[in-house]
């Protein structure tokens, strides 16, 4: 008994271990980085289960042994009862057994070796993942396949492009999906994942999700969607399996009341259509088609198209324009000699790339000072000036100075020499991590004039120039898009994208309208400076014309 007491205080401190690697952080999925502290807690979690489960095996083999031999003892007595008790040290061992022996088993049998296990899996709940974590993540997957059009199958099977470890969702994960997706009162993926969890179910998968319920759902957000002959027929399969389903029967019988009326008034209709006096009813019901210009394609179904590689292409001609160099910024000391290697993005707005521009050691030193601070990414609110979380954008952020790691502030003298732009007006370095789908709709880095406020409490102005770092490689999705041109610029380790937001007039820049796409594999480390206009006045002087 005090052996197996003992072992509780072991899992005790490696439980607690857990919880050294995690703070009170919130929104875990929107940063992949901070979610990976998630597997080694989960791992840890995994190893106490084991020593519990070894604690109880060991609890029932001694129960056992204690039962095989007591087992043997009776099969012995009962066969002659008197003689065995005539035996005084049998009739001793009896007393004893009854008095002190079952009592001690008893203990050993109510002994709880779920104690150690269970506290402290409690008191690591509160740094697990929250419900809104798991509905933001579950909103991240339909979100994924909206944008790159991809079936419940597909995402179910795990099949996605430049995937390493490959995972199946099973009935159940797709059934809660459907469920999330259901209390959105968003019934079109309600029906795409309530039909996936059908589909594995008749392929001949166990799960605890049954038919009934599964065909319940499916009805009822098909209804939703304005197909009543459809969700007639999942009802009547649904009462095929359970005939006194209560609502099945209900909604069967008014199903089919709606489709008898809509049979009646599309009868009527066809009647007044062919009546001769009713020649403005034809005329009505004869709608022109219309030819869709590019231009006037939603920005939402341009964002998405550029994600997936389609929309826009530039011109062979302007494209011809485009170029690579070598560059060193109007002969700067310190690219003379090793200049920069700059090439051109795109024309208009001017979009340049500089390759190997940041180092692995000094991405991993970014990452390493930005972690412990991610925190929900904000966004400057127009109506106030100040930032608020967004539900647009997904992924976490930390500010990172230049007084207070070397680094940093070579970093911020890189960019000075190779933009030829001011950085102590700039914003700190802001580093941004993605999470599950994490992205960042479609927005300006600048102020507009409805937003005179946008930049007061900072004093530096407006946001002339952005100069963005990727810093990793995505394996799926995560381009940095511009809709009103259709420009896509894909993340590359290591390298730089900079971008003016503002002509040289101090006029906006509305072409410069840009997206980070949903990350669909991969995990997305980003980080950016945002230069202000003032104590540029001397290194980008002003245009006359508005647009120059």
């Not at 997206?515 to 230069?531: F, T």
């Amino acid at each position: 008994m005090l052996s197996l007491r003992m072992e509780l205080p072991c899992w005790c401190l490696l439980l607690l271990s857990c919880l050294q690697s995690l703070s009170a952080h919130d929104d875990f999925f929107t940063s992949i980085g901070q979610m990976t502290d998630l597997l080694y807690t989960e791992k840890d979690l995994v190893i106490a289960l084991k020593d519990y489960i070894k604690a109880e095996e060991n609890k029932l083999e001694r129960v056992k042994l204690w039962a095989d031999k007591l087992e043997s003892l009776s099969a012995t007595a009962i066969q002659d009862p008197e003689g065995f008790l005539g035996h005084p040290v049998n009739a001793f061992k009896l007393m004893k057994r009854l008095n002190t022996e079952w009592g001690d088993l008893e203990s050993l049998v109510l002994s709880d070796t779920t104690d150690g296990f269970i506290s402290n899996l409690t008191i690591q709940r509160q740094y697990f993942p929250t419900n809104e974590d798991q509905t933001g993540a579950a909103k991240a997957l339909l979100r994924l396949q909206d944008t790159y059009r991809l079936d419940a199958n597909t995402i179910s099977t795990g099949d996605l492009p430049g995937v390493k470890h490959k995972s199946h969702m099973t009935v159940e994960d797709c059934y809660e999906l459907g469920k999330i997706a259901y209390s959105d009162v968003d019934y079109y993926h309600t029906e795409l994942w309530m039909a996936q969890a059908l589909k594995q179910l008749d392929e001949g998968e166990e799960s605890t999700v049954d038919k009934v319920t599964l065909l319940d759902y499916l009805s009822y957000s098909i209804y939703q969607q304005g197909e009543i002959k459809r969700a007639l027929e999942f009802t009547k399969k649904l009462l095929e399996l359970d005939p006194e389903h209560q609502r099945a029967n209900g909604n069967l019988k008014y199903f089919e009341f709606q489709l008898e009326k809509q049979k009646k008034a599309e009868e009527e209709l066809a009647k007044k259509q062919k009546d001769p006096g009713n020649k403005e009813i034809t005329k009505k019901t004869e709608k022109p088609k219309k030819k869709v210009s590019n231009k006037l394609i939603p920005e939402r179904k341009k964002y998405e198209m550029l994600c997936r590689g389609e929309g826009n292409r530039m011109t062979p001609r302007r494209q011809s324009r485009l170029f690579c160099r070598y560059y060193d910024n109007n002969h700067n000391p310190k690219y003379v000699l090793a200049p920069a290697k700059q090439q051109d993005e795109w024309d208009r707005p001017y979009i340049v790339r500089y390759l190997d521009i940041l180092s692995d050691e000094e991405i991993e030193r970014i990452k390493q000072l930005a972690k412990p601070r991610l925190r929900r990414a904000t966004v400057h609110d127009p109506q106030t000036g100040k930032l608020t979380t967004a539900q647009y954008r997904v992924s976490k952020s930390a500010w990172l100075t230049g007084y207070e790691d070397p680094m940093i502030d070579k970093i911020n003298q890189r960019i000075e020499d190779l933009t030829g732009l001011e950085m102590d007006t700039a914003e700190e370095l802001q580093v941004a991590n993605y999470g599950v789908g994490g992205q960042y709709e479609p927005h300006f880095d600048f102020g507009r004039k409805d937003e005179p406020d946008a930049f007061k409490e900072l004093g530096t102005g407006n946001r002339i120039a952005t100069w963005l770092f990727y810093m990793s490689d995505v394996s799926a999705g995560g381009a940095t898009v511009f809709p009103d041109v259709g420009a896509a610029v894909w993340p590359q380790k290591g390298t730089a994208v900079f971008w003016y937001n503002l002509f040289a007039s101090g006029e906006g820049d509305y072409s410069t309208r840009h997206a980070a796409c949903p990350v669909l594999v991969g995990n997305k480390w980003v980080s950016n400076k945002w230069i202000h206009e003032r104590g540029q006045e001397w290194r980008r002087p002003c245009g006359i014309n508005e647009t120059d």
